[in-house]
């Protein structure tokens, strides 16, 4: 039997756009990411909003100057949520800044949580109280999976 050969042309340029592709994707992938980290920011902030229980606050060193909103009546029955006052706990709801992608393994990593301005001292009572992480998080899942999928559509519908 005698000896087989080929040449093969056009490895460089498929090269190159497997390269193109796959940047494309990592691009779509963060996109998605942060497009989601926002979705679950405002379904958990959307859950945060209610009437503050009392129209009036006196200043302290830890939340700062004297309020006072001159609401009728003064006081609202406990129930329904945490109330509001000061937005310290609403504007602490934030995703990851810098998102990670690991083209390696395939990943990227990103997440939301409370941080920032809230104050340590009262985030996990509050929310061991009236829950709104877990419930905003749940109301924003379906439409995670429909950003995703838009995502990498949008990213791997043309091959070049």
Known sequence: MGDVSAVVRGVAQAEA???????RIDVASLRALRACQNLAKRSIRAGMRARPRWDHRGASTRTG???NLDLNPHHAARGGGPGRLSGGLHRGVGGVRRPTINPVAGTVAG???VGGRAANLYKKRVEARFPYVQPGLRAAEPQMATVWAAAWQRATARWD
């Open 111 to 113: 997440g939301v949580g």
């Open 17 to 23: 756009a497997i390269t193109r592709a796959e940047r």
């Open 65 to 67: 100057p004297a309020v």
